[in-house]
């Protein structure tokens, strides 16, 4: 069976991809997943923050002077805090490029367009095989209109996009008015690949102390139902790479994932429920299914139930949205 796929241009050995996460932090666990089988690793990211962070650590040791705005830099970590500070990010890379054989793409993760494109050199540098930008961004200024968040996604890509020669993934919310042309605009702007999609961590309100508590859940299989959605949908109207994370957890989601037309899944959370062994099941279940329903490798499989496939497609998804409702009865 060939289980082979490309992505970003790289070829993999399959779709199995280990997403942005603290894997890479330690070289003997990234070696035991490229031996259980994982394709390739993305690096956990390195923040903008981060990277403002370092800076200011910098200025306050070299001239000595206080925290400028203290009100505004004290929601996020110290540069303490941090798990990798950007030199040893930069370290961590290049050991893992000279112990592992599979391709490592570093990440990066902001909200602002600027100042990215020096570290992406310096991923590229360092040996990196590719770069994922996160475009985390949560707009809460009612004066900045959606065509402008997006208009500044797009200048940061091609800026990225054109300052290294590796490839560029780019990684999205759900949450954009029309997806589509979106992920059309990212390929025009120069990246090579999207990633469907970035998990927004919802805060709660603790109720006795009245504050607000950051909290982490794992993904589930429920999540990948979105992915599945916009996997068909864009997967027709591009040339670049698709990634589905989020919400793959057995072999038959990355079955499915493939079938929407993704080129790879990226999987952490059931990793780190399961541990890196449980690799080499979710492959041996792919290859599995593939015999048993006579597909000779991955390629044939990806994108055959893509809505590509329906000759009225938004029909084809309003039927199913009113019948949905419909089924119901009290």
């Known amino acids: 069976m060939k289980l082979t796929t490309s992505y970003l241009g790289l070829t993999l050995d399959n779709p199995l991809v280990i997403g942005a996460s603290p894997y890479c932090d330690n070289t003997y666990v990234a070696r035991q997943l490229q031996d259980a089988g994982a394709a390739a690793l993305v690096m956990r990211s390195l923040f903008e923050e981060q990277i403002d962070a370092e800076q200011r650590a910098l200025l306050h040791h070299v001239e000595g002077s206080a925290e400028s705005s203290p009100e505004a830099t004290s929601y996020f970590p110290s540069y303490s805090e941090y798990q990798l500070t ?34 992406a050199r310096r991923f590229e540098a360092a040996g990196a095989d590719a770069v994922e930008l996160n475009l985390y961004q949560l707009v809460t200024n009612p004066a900045i209109p959606g065509d402008q968040v997006e208009a500044d996604m797009l200048e940061t890509v091609g800026s990225v996009a054109a300052a290294v020669k590796i490839p560029v993934a780019v990684k999205i919310s759900p949450f954009h008015t029309s997806l589509v042309n979106f ?7 120069g990246a090579k690949g999207v990633v469907l999609f970035n998990r927004f961590y919802q805060p709660d309100f603790n109720l006795e102390d009245l504050e607000v508590h950051p909290q982490l859940k794992l993904s589930d299989p429920s999540e990948l139902l979105l992915r599945l959605r916009w996997l068909a949908i864009i997967s027709p109207h591009v040339q670049h790479s698709l990634s589905a994370s989020g919400g793959v957890h057995t072999a038959e989601d990355i079955v499915k994932a493939l079938l929407a037309g993704a080129d790879t899944v990226q999987l952490v959370s059931v990793i780190l429920k399961n541990g890196p062994r449980f690799l080499s099941t979710l492959l041996a279940g792919l290859n599995n299914w593939l015999v048993d329903h006579g597909y000779e490798s991955v390629d044939q499989l990806r994108g055959t139930m893509n809505l590509d496939r329906c000759p009225d497609p938004s029909a084809f998804e309003r039927a199913n949205y009113i019948r949905i409702l419909q089924s119901w009865r009290v």
Do not use: C, F, M
Not at 88 to 93: I, K, T
Not at 183 to 189: D, K, P, S
């Open 183 to 189: 992920a059309v605009a990212l390929e025009n702007a």
């Open 86 to 119: 950007p030199d040893h990010y930069l370290r961590q890379l290049e050991h893992l490029k000279k112990s592992l054989s599979i391709p490592i793409i570093a990440s990066l993760n902001g909200s602002r367009a600027g100042g990215w494109t020096e570290y």
